[in-house]
């Protein structure tokens, strides 16, 4: 159990790292920091329901289908 809990974390982790376009953001001068932190902030919103989608299909793999 232990283990499927930090498989999920793991997987999480990766989706919102990769979904984030950080060197767009932060490699641009012409985004102020509170659109950053909005952006941001958005990003992570609209990635929760993908991650739960992920961590029910690995669990319950019949729902998939």
């Known amino acids: 159990m232990r283990a499927r809990v930090r498989i999920y974390v793991l997987l999480a982790s990766i ?3 990769v ?23 958005i990003i992570g919103i609209m990635s929760i329901p993908f991650v739960m989608l992920a961590i029910v299909w690995s669990a319950r793999p019949e729902l998939a289908s």
């Open 15 to 17: 989706w919102f790292v």
């Open 19 to 41: 979904s984030l376009p950080l060197p767009w953001l932060i490699g641009n001068d012409a985004v102020p920091e509170g659109a950053l932190y909005t952006i941001l902030g």
